[in-house]
């Protein structure tokens, strides 16, 4: 079964860390972009950061200097490196294995067309 699982999510306190994990079964991730979005209540799902097949790295402005995204396709695995967490950080994070980056107003979008989505990994940042 082809899948993505998304894990290490978690409640965590302002300026604390956390690393997501995706982790894709019957397939190879290694030859695809793979991007982590986000979907916070009330809002439309956002591309955070993606990491392509030649370790290329993009991120949403808003993480950048913040998250760091990295792959290990020895084990199949892309992960994500959330530090200096903001509540408004606070979002049902997802991977995907379409990202691609679009300047829209001068300005660094990630964009998936990928679906079904799974069902993701909780962070939430809250003293």
């Known amino acids: 079964q082809v899948q993505l699982v998304e894990s290490g999510g978690g409640l965590v306190q302002p300026d604390g860390s956390l690393r997501l994990s995706c982790a894709a079964s019957g397939f190879a991730l290694d030859f695809y972009t793979i991007g982590w979005f986000r979907q916070a209540p009330g809002k439309e799902r956002e591309g955070v950061s993606c990491?392509?097949?030649?370790?290329?790295?993009y991120y949403a402005d808003s993480v950048k200097g913040r998250f760091t995204i990295s792959r290990d396709n020895v084990k199949n695995t892309v992960y994500l490196q959330l530090n200096s967490l903001k509540p408004e950080d606070t979002a049902v994070y997802y991977c995907?294995?379409?990202?691609?980056?679009?300047?829209?107003?001068?300005?660094?979008?990630?964009?998936?067309?990928?679906?079904?989505w799974g069902q993701g990994t909780q962070v939430t940042v809250s003293s």
């Open positions: 990491i392509s097949s030649d370790f290329s790295t």
């Open positions: 995907a294995t379409d990202c691609t980056p679009v300047v829209v107003a001068g300005t660094l979008k990630l964009e998936s067309d990928f679906g079904p």
